[in-house]
T-cell receptor, first 117, second 117 residues
Framework: GAGVSQSPSNKVTEKGKDVELRCDPI?????LYWYRQSLGQGLEFLIY????????KSGLPSDRFSAERTGGSVSTLTIQRTQQEDSAVYLC???????????????FGQGTRLTVV | AQKITQTQPGMFVQEKEAVTLDCTYD???????LFWYKQPSSGEMIFLIY??????QNATEGRYSLNFQKARKSANLVISASQLGDSAMYFC??????????????FGQGTTLQVKP
């Protein structure tokens, strides 16, 4: 498809287990974002990949969270030893971010709803 | 420090009337972009409108316009002739150009708009 694809769409996991969330960005998009959204709340920035630059990890809430982006395309967000407070919708977005060009909108996936029981 | 502030958690508007959703931002970067997104109950994120910090005119897209007051650091979204389908959560977001090409997109907490018939 032409849009941002996330999998799985829903994930229920037991507290303490590790989970991996996947994001397939739009082909050719250099920038990829991960956000977390709790019910009825705003988007909490987690991590930002831009081309070959070092990722901006400033939003990761703890060292249990990590993300990688292989080959400048697919990204995986990993949460280790999940806690109940990790329950949220995890949104991925991609865009054609370029330096000095500000008007590139981000396109979002449908999100992964994570429930930790 | 909060970069994007949306002070209205919830708003009501009568169908066919206009409504203004507030957004203020904080940046010392002279080059930045401001975005508005709509999130219906289905959860998808829909890009509405963009305003660049150097743009001389307020952005408009159909029934959406952006009231950009640079000195006040505000970028309010105006929706004219509200429709029932406008009921959704609305997010203001900003990207700073920065000095190291790490211009991540940061979102406000959102405003829930309900359009009354």
């Amino acid at each position: 498809g032409a849009g941002v694809s996330q999998s799985p769409s829903n994930k229920v996991t037991e507290k303490g287990k590790d989970v991996e969330l996947r994001c397939d960005p739009i082909s050719g998009h250099t920038a990829l974002y991960w956000y977390r959204q709790s019910l009825g709340q705003g988007l909490e920035f987690l991590i930002y990949f831009q081309g070959n630059s070092a990722p901006d990890k400033s939003g990761l809430p703890s060292d249990r969270f990590s993300a990688e982006r292989t080959g400048g395309s697919v990204s995986t967000l990993t949460i280790q030893r999940t806690q109940q407070e990790d329950s949220a919708v995890y949104l991925c977005a991609s865009s054609l971010d370029r330096q000095f060009v500000m008007n590139t909108e981000a396109f979002f996936g449908q999100g992964t709803r994570l429930t930790v029981v | 420090a909060q970069k994007i502030t949306q002070t209205q958690p919830g708003m009501f508007v009568q169908e066919k009337e206009a409504v203004t959703l507030d957004c203020t931002y904080d940046t010392s970067d002279p080059s930045y972009g401001l975005f508005w997104y709509k999130q219906p109950s289905s959860g998808e994120m829909i890009f509405l409108i963009y305003q660049g910090s150097y743009d001389q005119q307020n952005a408009t897209e159909g029934r959406y316009s952006l009231n950009f007051q640079k000195a006040r650091k505000s970028a309010n979204l105006v929706i004219s002739a509200s429709q029932l389908g406008d009921s959704a959560m609305y997010f203001c977001a900003m990207r700073e150009e920065g000095s190291s090409n790490t211009g991540k997109l940061i979102f406000g907490q959102g405003t829930t708009l309900q359009v009354k018939p």
